[in-house]
């Protein structure tokens, strides 16, 4: 096992024939800064060796908090969605990856994809940080993972002809995806989203409960219309009738 940084005579011969020039961090890099020399399993070993050493966790890039890894999500989708909303975290060791982050790591090498199997989602990803989750439920915000940036597919671009799939993306880099692919559905007055489909609006929401348990000092709305979120996207609440599904709205 090979790591970076580490010295071994036979390192910088093998990296160099995989074109990489940026040895000195992990994932090494080529000349073009993009990713190279990635092997899953190596890769997720490395991550263990980084891990705070206790059992089951990972040290999160951003913050190097100990986190268990199917906490993970959740976790560093708050990193994320602070870099979303405008607050600023100064203190941490690494920033979120513009664009498009992988939500397991906050790292940019990642691929996230969307298999059908029976009538449900699996979650594929070559992220070292990646877990099994289940959909339905990280799509509602609690207090032990108050984050729902999960994995969804843009209901307005093309199926794949190919995959007969439309694209996948973390729910919170699909504004930036909107913004560059979909100008049409973005307003640069109100950075928000527009004329998108209700029920795309609906996946694409946080509910109040998520924005206060993460965000609260936000200084940016999140870019849906400000018009309505689900509550039932939240923690249950007192009510009667545990299936109302209640409109409120959100800034
Ligand atoms: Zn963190
Ligand atoms: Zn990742
Ligand atoms: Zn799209």
Request: proline fraction near 8%; include cysteine; charged fraction near 20%.
């Amino acid at each position: 096992m090979l790591f970076a940084g580490e010295d071994t005579p036979l390192l910088p011969n093998v990296l160099d024939k995989h074109g990489c020039t940026e040895k000195n961090a992990f994932p090494y890099r080529s000349q073009t800064r993009q990713p190279c020399f990635i092997l899953e399993n190596a890769s997720r070993s490395i991550a263990t060796k980084l891990a705070s050493g206790s059992e089951g966790k990972y040290q999160c890039h951003q913050c190097h908090a100990s986190i268990e890894i199917d906490r993970m999500r959740s976790h560093v989708g708050q990193h994320i969605l602070c870099r979303l909303l405008g607050v600023p975290e100064n203190s941490l060791h690494e920033q979120i990856q513009h664009c498009q982050p992988c939500g397991f790591c906050g790292r940019d090498t990642c691929t996230i994809d969307l298999k059908k199997s029976r009538n449900a989602f699996k979650v594929i990803s070559s992220c070292p940080y990646a877990s099994e989750f289940k959909l339905g439920n990280a799509k509602k915000s609690s207090k032990r993972q108050p984050c729902t940036n999960v994995p969804i597919h843009c209901s307005i671009c093309d199926i794949d002809p190919k995959t007969k799939c439309r694209p996948v993306f973390w729910k919170f880099n699909i504004f930036h995806h909107i913004q560059t692919v979909h100008p049409a559905h973005w307003s640069n007055s109100s950075q928000r989203t527009q004329n998108l489909p209700s029920s795309f609006v609906d996946v694409l929401s946080v509910s109040d409960f998520e924005l206060q348990e993460i965000v609260p000092l936000r200084s940016r709305p999140y870019p849906v219309p400000a018009t309505t979120t689900l509550l039932s996207q939240c923690e249950p609440v007192h009510n009667d009738n545990p299936h109302a599904r209640k409109r409120i709205r959100v800034s």
